[in-house]
């Protein structure tokens, strides 16, 4: 069975903070993977990683994918309290017309 | 674009009542999913639709139903609801790109 594994399930960091948020997975046929961030409502896209080694970097957020040990990361750096949030991973498969395979998602809590 | 639109936002129902939640998107986007989120359980599937016509059951689809007659509009069906179905609903759509996935803005179900 497809799944995807996402640790730690919540944690709680003071701004300036550095966080490493993992995300491993075990799925057929792997294409891509997403990173989302959730806050009071729908989920937005962060980064879509296809390749090993080779890093996404978004301002302070970066994302790196490791097809060999099969996980990733997104790394948060100076984190601010707008980055608490549920941070989802989800999995994209070959076979095109299968849908996301979602983690559980990490709550970060960003305290001042 | 509007994009994703879910309505109603919120919704309280009785054990054994009815109902559909509607989603729909101006996107023209082949593919779209309903999930469910509970707290500690991520993002479940409940069905999805490849397009028009086509529909099939994702993780959680007991208790529910949809169709999807027009590209536009896939709407879940609550057939007789339970207390177990309480939980926040997202729809979403996308192109044949994967990290083009839209979410509607969820609708909050409560089920006593």
């Known amino acids: 069975e497809d799944k995807v594994v996402q640790s730690p399930l919540s944690l709680v960091v003071h701004e300036g903070d550095t966080v490493t948020l993992n995300c491993s997975y075990e799925v057929t046929n792997f294409r891509s993977l997403l990173w989302y961030k959730q806050e009071k409502k729908a989920p937005t896209f962060l980064f879509m990683l296809?390749?090993?080694?080779i890093e996404k970097k978004s301002g302070r957020l970066s994302s790196i994918l490791d097809k060999k040990e099969l996980f990733s990361i997104l790394n948060i750096t100076a984190t601010q309290t707008g980055d608490s949030a549920v941070y989802l991973c989800a999995v994209v498969r070959n076979s095109g017309n299968t849908p996301l395979v979602f983690g559980k998602g990490t709550r970060l809590s960003v305290i001042a | 674009n509007a994009g994703v639109t879910q309505t109603p936002k919120f919704q309280v129902l009785k054990t054994g009542q009815s109902m559909t939640l509607q989603c729909a998107q101006d996107?023209?986007?082949?593919?779209m999913s309903w999930y469910r989120q509970d707290p500690g359980m991520g993002l479940r599937l409940i069905h999805y639709s490849v397009g028009a016509g086509i529909t099939d059951q994702g993780e959680v689809p007991n208790g529910y139903n949809v169709s999807r007659s027009t590209t536009e509009d896939f709407p879940l069906r609550l057939l007789s609801a339970a207390p177990s179905q309480t939980s926040v609903y997202f729809c979403a759509s996308r192109t044949g790109k994967p990290y083009e996935q839209y979410f509607g803005p969820g609708t909050r179900l409560t089920v006593t």
């Open positions: 296809t390749s090993s080694g």
């Open positions: 996107m023209n986007h082949e593919y």
